[in-house]
């Protein structure tokens, strides 16, 4: 796969990964197998046991990732903890270290996407909005329903504090959305009763109107499309409900690649519906076909 960024020092953040030309949404930036992985929950001695079973090349690429506490010798086992803990991912029931996407810097409003691919064991990274040639690619380590604060507490655990748009608004009302959207998401997961007694689903619609506002366009989007679309269902809006899948399927595509298997449930998803909603056509025909004949006869 040809390259699309380039790793360079940034400002502030030792090194980033810049795009080299103008990537389009849904474009692949990135998958790479990872290069050792410990199961859930790990331990220390799980992680020094990896790395020591690591050939003199591949240590030597692990050791020169980012290491929150600098003054760990180069190849002792709390610099090799250190490591493990500044730039491992979620794998799936393993947690992975995959030393090309440790190079990607965080943002609380990201231009990409991460994702652990089971079907092809690797981790794929794409672009979910246009990135401009010689502009830095950034993921989010972190879940987007949190206030500024709170995600500050949890990224000091990678020795960083984010400058990023949502982080820089003195104006707090990117707060005042994701404080919204956290309690909008909250209602929609444990399926409170009221939140589909109005004529639509208003939850899930106002959650998606606050991540596009927020330039939140990646899994979360997707996700409230799936709940917006099932709560039209309830109300046996299955035209409605078919459009919004069809919403979460153009995300799930644009994320994670047409080889995943979240594609393949999002397109399993919309199948079911548009299915459900042909029968229900097919019934209302044969309904009115009747009425018809009835009035010919009479």
Not at 218 to 232: F, N, P
């Amino acid at each position: 796969m040809d390259t699309v960024y380039m790793v360079r020092p940034s400002s502030g953040e030792g090194l980033g990964c810049f795009a080299t030309t103008d990537i389009q949404p849904g474009t692949l930036i990135l998958s790479e197998t990872p290069l050792f992985s410990v199961a859930e929950p790990r331990t220390n001695s799980a992680v020094t046991t990896a790395f020591a079973s690591l050939d003199s090349a591949q240590q030597l690429q692990y050791l020169t990732l980012y290491a929150q506490n600098s003054h760990a010798k180069h190849d002792d086992a709390a610099r090799v903890i250190d490591i493990f803990n500044s730039n491992a991912w979620q794998t799936g029931s393993r947690t992975s270290i995959c030393p090309l996407g440790a190079r990607f810097n965080h943002s609380c409003v990201p231009n990409a996407s991460f994702a652990w691919n089971a079907r092809l064991g690797q981790i794929t990274i794409y672009a979910i909005v246009s990135i401009p040639a010689d502009t830095q690619i950034k993921l989010s380590y972190e879940r987007p329903y949190q206030t500024t604060s709170s995600r500050r507490a949890k990224l000091s655990a990678y020795g960083f504090t984010c400058a990023c748009p949502a982080c820089s608004d003195v104006s707090c009302c990117s707060d005042v959305r994701r404080s919204r959207m956290l309690l909008l998401d909250a209602r929609i997961r444990t399926g409170r009763r009221q939140l589909w007694r109005s004529p639509v689903p208003k939850a899930a619609l106002e959650l998606i109107r606050l991540l596009k506002e927020e330039g939140l366009v990646g899994e979360a989007l997707g996700l409230a499309y799936h709940d917006a679309a099932l709560g039209w269902k309830r109300h046996g809006r299955l035209d409605l409900a078919v459009g919004c899948a069809r919403k979460e399927l153009e995300v799930a595509v644009m994320c994670f690649g047409v080889e995943s298997m979240a594609v393949e449930g999002s397109m399993a998803f919309l199948v079911g519906l548009k299915g459900e909603a042909g029968k229900i056509e097919k019934a209302r025909c044969t309904a009115n076909t009747l009425e018809v004949l009835e009035e010919d006869t009479g």
